[in-house]
């Protein structure tokens, strides 16, 4: 598994579009009782993929804090993390290709 580095970091008015935009989602990836495993890194890197922006979130089962968890994930994914909100976290990663969210 490679992880990408990160060169963009978000301002706090990216942030605020961002998390505003992610109040309305669903969790589409979910960490259980396996933690941050490949499986889990793959599911969400198709989701970053297709939607750009993607809830995770930590189940109780899950080793991991939802904090650690989701930042391992990010990591792992090479995405943004936008919030860790309980046990939901906002994750954003801008498709080069196919972009379909506009930053302001």
């Known amino acids: 598994m490679q992880v990408q580095v990160n060169e963009t970091t978000l301002t706090g008015k990216q942030k605020r579009f961002l998390r505003a935009m992610g109040s309305t989602l669903d969790p589409v990836v979910q960490i259980g009782k396996s933690g941050v495993i490949d499986t ?37 994914t090479g995405a943004e993390l936008v919030q860790v909100i309980g046990r939901n976290g906002l994750l954003y990663k801008k498709n080069e290709e196919k972009s379909k969210i506009e930053l302001p």
Request: aromatic share 0%; net charge neutral.
């Open 40 to 76: 889990v890194t793959e599911s969400a890197e198709q989701a970053l993929a297709a939607r750009e922006i993607i809830k995770v979130r930590v189940l109780q089962n899950s080793p991991e804090e939802p904090k650690a968890a989701i930042a391992a994930l990010a990591k792992a």
